[in-house]
Every structure is written in structure tokens, then in C-alpha cells.
Nanobody
């Protein structure tokens, strides 16, 4: 099992930046892939960015060039650096971990981008 704790959300103006953090309860070396998803009101949850154990990354087209996913193995933490934020980035952001046959989720952190 994996527990995930997100932090770093908040309110920011369009064009601003935020960095989200997600701390895992076990070494992230043992986790197949970790990533960030988001869910806006009335919309389905969607992938934002994913980082595999192999260091392969995958980004949603809507965030390519603006968001960067990274990890700190020593801290068992992944990050999502979000630059040039837009109002349409407003959503609850969830950290995700693929471990074994299961996907685990954090509690979510709200990101609100004002125009």
C-alpha cells in the first residue's frame, strides 16, 4: 500500500507559477510510476503528467512546455512545477502512484488561477 500526501496548491493569478509536492509513504524506487491528475468541476479526471521509474515522462498536450514533473528520490517526493498558469488550469490536482496491480491516490489539492 502507498499513502500519498499532496501540498502546494493555492490561488494564483494568470501567468503565475506554483509548485505541487507529493510525498509517498514508501520509497519511490519501488513504485512503477507516479503522476499528477486533475479534475475540474463537472469534468472527468484527466492526466496532467506522469513519471515512470525508467524516467520516461508523459505530459498532457495542454500543459506541455509549461509544467514539469520531477522527483527527489531521497525525499520520496515528486513535484509538479507549473508555470504560465491559465484560468483553465483551475482544478483539484491529485497525486497518483502505480504500485503493483493498484493505483493509489492522494487527497487532492486545489489550484485556482484567476484571470
Amino acid at each position: 500500500q502507498v499513502q500519498l500526501v499532496e501540498s502546494g496548491g493555492g490561488l494564483v493569478q494568470a501567468g503565475g507559477s506554483l509548485r505541487l509536492s507529493c510525498a509517498a509513504s514508501r520509497t519511490i524506487f519501488s513504485i512503477n510510476a507516479m503522476g499528477w491528475y486533475r479534475q475540474a468541476p463537472g469534468k472527468q479526471r484527466e492526466l496532467v503528467a506522469e513519471l515512470a521509474n525508467s524516467d520516461r515522462t508523459n505530459y498532457s498536450d495542454s500543459v506541455k512546455g509549461r509544467f514539469t514533473i520531477s522527483r527527489d528520490n531521497a525525499e520520496n517526493t515528486i513535484y509538479l512545477q507549473m508555470n504560465s498558469l491559465k484560468p483553465e488550469d483551475t482544478a483539484v490536482y491529485y497525486c497518483s502512484a502505480e504500485y503493483g496491480k493498484f493505483r493509489y491516490w492522494g487527497q487532492g489539492t486545489q489550484v485556482t488561477v484567476s484571470s
